[in-house]
């Protein structure tokens, strides 16, 4: 998977709590993302990285909040589960801002 | 790795045959699109990618076509083998490549 890994690869969590998932690559890209992927709606982006210290917003990045201080590591915190923060999450990373590479995912529960 | 059931239309095909998978995109600012495929329990894979300039593109076995009069894209895989039974995304992105948006997929599956 192009040298990305995601953890936790499973989680369970209560409402209310803040939840942290890490994305970690090892190809030195420039650009990293965090989607969700939910039933009838593909891949919606969160949010995305253009370089250490530069976020911006995605489609559907209310609730969410992202770091990221070194160039291998992007993390995507739930400051405050909500139950419709239940899904699968992708990290993603590209050389170039075009094709992407995308990690294993992460399935989250929000109880 | 992780996927998600989707309740996705499905196309279904005999292993040999040839298969197009669609996409209608509503944007008519979009000027670069990707093609993904993804296989059960795993993340999203490239297939390839065609700019707004263009209205063919191929790569190995597999053709894309954009038609931008009608805001349509599709994905041609030339003789379809059981390995490549999976879901097809397509997305398109609007002048910041760093921003895409995905169609809701189609499920290929290719009969032996």
């Known amino acids: 998977d192009a040298g990305i890994t995601q953890s936790p690869r499973h989680k369970v969590t209560e409402t209310g709590t803040p939840v942290t998932l890490r994305c970690h690559q090892t190809?030195?890209?420039?650009?990293m993302y965090w989607y969700r992927q939910d039933p009838g709606h593909g891949l919606r982006l969160i949010h995305y990285?253009?370089?250490?210290?530069?976020?911006d917003k995605g489609e559907v990045s209310d609730g969410y909040s992202v770091s990221r201080s070194k160039t291998e590591d992007f993390l995507l915190t739930l400051e405050s589960a909500t139950s419709s923060q239940t899904s699968v999450y992708f990290c993603?990373?590209?050389?170039?801002?075009?094709?992407?590479?995308f990690g294993p995912g992460t399935r989250l529960t929000v109880l | 790795g992780e996927s998600v059931g989707l309740h996705l239309p499905t196309l279904s095909v005999q292993e040999g045959d040839n298969s197009i998978i669609n996409c209608a995109y509503s944007?008519?600012?979009?000027?670069?699109f990707i093609w993904y495929k993804q296989e059960s329990g795993k993340g999203p894979q490239f297939i390839i990618d065609i700019r707004s300039n263009m209205d063919k593109r191929q790569g190995q076995r597999v053709t894309v076509l954009l038609n931008k009069t009608v805001k349509h894209l599709s994905l041609q895989i030339a003789a379809t083998q059981p390995g490549d039974s999976a879901v097809y995304f397509c997305a398109e992105s609007r002048g910041n490549f760093n921003k895409f948006y995905f169609g809701s997929g189609t499920k290929l599956n290719v009969k032996p």
């Open positions: 990285s253009y370089g250490v210290k530069d976020t």
């Open positions: 190809e030195n890209h420039r650009y």
């Open positions: 993603a990373i590209s050389e170039t801002g075009q094709e992407q590479f």
């Open positions: 944007n008519s600012a979009s000027d670069y």
